[in-house]
Each structure stands twice: as structure tokens, then as C-alpha cells.
């Protein structure tokens, strides 16, 4: 990010970022910075950088999560016998 007024639309946030942290984008937290981002995507309550950031921890955690790989082979084979029954009639 290249200044506060790229950072967010809203006049007033952008200037009371500015003061905060002595108009230095390099000081400001990541976590303020995340919430004040915009645009933000349809429906979400969090900028394009979270955004992502959220899509990308949620995808690897299914990956490599052992659990859920468990569950959804049990279901899935539960499913299976239950489709190849009802074929049957």
C-alpha cells in the first residue's frame, strides 16, 4: 500500500490513520490495516488482503487436515453403499 487515501475511500478514516501513525504507511498494523481496506469482496466484512489470506489458510488446512480426509472417506463410502442399494430395486 502506497498511502492511507489508496487504503480506504472514507476521508475521515484516512486522515485519522494518518495522524495515528505520523502519515507513515510503514507504521500502521496489519491488522488496522486489514479491517480498513477497501474494496472489501460482495458480502465479506474484511478487505481483498484478508480475503485471501483467509481463502488460503481455509484450502491448506483441508488439504493436509487428516480429520476431515476421514470423515468425508467414511461418508462418501457410506454414500456409496447406499446408492449401490437402492439401485437394486
Known amino acids: 500500500m502506497e498511502s ?10 484516512s486522515d485519522l490513520l494518518k495522524e495515528l501513525y505520523e502519515d507513515d504507511i510503514e507504521k500502521l498494523d ?5 479491517l480498513a481496506e477497501e474494496p472489501r469482496p460482495d458480502g465479506y466484512g ?4 484478508a480475503f485471501n489470506t483467509f481463502v488460503l ?8 487436515d487428516r480429520l476431515v480426509k ?13 446408492l449401490q442399494n437402492l439401485n437394486k430395486f
Open 70 to 82: 476421514v470423515i468425508f472417506q467414511f461418508h462418501s463410502c457410506h454414500l456409496l453403499k447406499i
Open 30 to 34: 496489519l491488522l488496522i490495516g486489514c
Open 46 to 49: 474484511f478487505g481483498e488482503t
Open 4 to 13: 492511507f487515501e489508496k487504503l480506504t475511500t472514507n476521508k475521515k478514516h
Open 57 to 64: 489458510m481455509a484450502s491448506r488446512r483441508l488439504k493436509t
